[in-house]
T-cell receptor, first 114, second 112 residues
């Protein structure tokens, strides 16, 4: 089974709201990722967790706060977002490298900031 | 700087008309090259991993090949359900572990 699940599927939030995106995998992967994807663009890496520790932060604004409570779960806490943050947010997981292992993506959360 | 370029940006084929998509890369060293398929509004679906020049992988109508500078995704006798965006990504030895560098994708449309 190569399934990564994400909730919610869609989220509409105002600029003053606080919300969270959730991601779960049961493949035993110890690397988990958050990506942001705008229309007609490739996924853009935001954060990487390896063995539940943050290993990469791609200079993401502090209004995005990741959390990895355990090896199966990944959260992205959102606060005071801007309309330009509207995008498809993708979670992925993989075995932690090196070497390079394929990443399995979830279906995404479509976020709209009003 | 590590870079991945995909061509063409868009490709329209008739059903049964075979073709190839190109992914050229410039990296300090290659850890792995990945092909994904993405349908509109959905997450990318993993297709293939290639590690070294000369390697080939096949799955149904798709075949991926790798040289020292580029990878090709060959589509044989495509069907309308093969319509999607195909993404190429590399992991470089000089980059952070687990970090993928994506190309901008090829949008494939297969007409019946």
């Amino acid at each position: 089974d190569t399934e990564v699940t994400q909730t919610p599927k869609h989220l509409v939030m105002g600029m003053t709201n606080k919300k969270s995106l959730k991601c779960e995998q049961h493949m035993g992967h110890r690397a988990m990722y958050w990506y942001k994807q705008k229309a007609k663009k490739p996924p853009e890496l935001m954060f990487v967790y390896s063995y539940e520790k943050l290993s990469i932060n791609e200079s993401v604004p502090s209004r995005f706060s990741p959390e990895c409570p355990n090896s199966s779960l990944l959260n992205l806490h959102l606060h005071a977002l801007q309309p330009e943050d509207s995008a498809l947010y993708l979670c992925a997981s993989s075995r932690p490298g090196p070497p390079a292992y394929e990443q399995y993506f979830g279906p995404g959360t479509r976020l709209t900031v009003t | 700087e590590d870079q991945v370029t995909q061509s063409p940006e868009a490709l329209r084929l008739q059903e049964g008309e075979s073709s190839s998509l190109n992914c050229s890369y410039t990296v300090s060293g290659l850890r792995g090259l990945f092909w994904y398929r993405q349908d509109p509004g959905k997450g990318p679906e993993f297709l293939f991993t290639l590690y070294s020049a000369g390697e080939e992988k096949e799955k149904e109508r798709l075949k991926a090949t790798l040289t020292k500078k580029e990878s090709f995704l060959h589509i044989t006798a495509p069907k309308p359900e093969d319509s999607a965006t195909y993404l190429c990504a590399v992991q470089a030895t000089g980059g952070a572990t687990n970090k993928l560098i994506f190309g901008t994708g090829t949008l494939l449309a297969v007409q019946p």
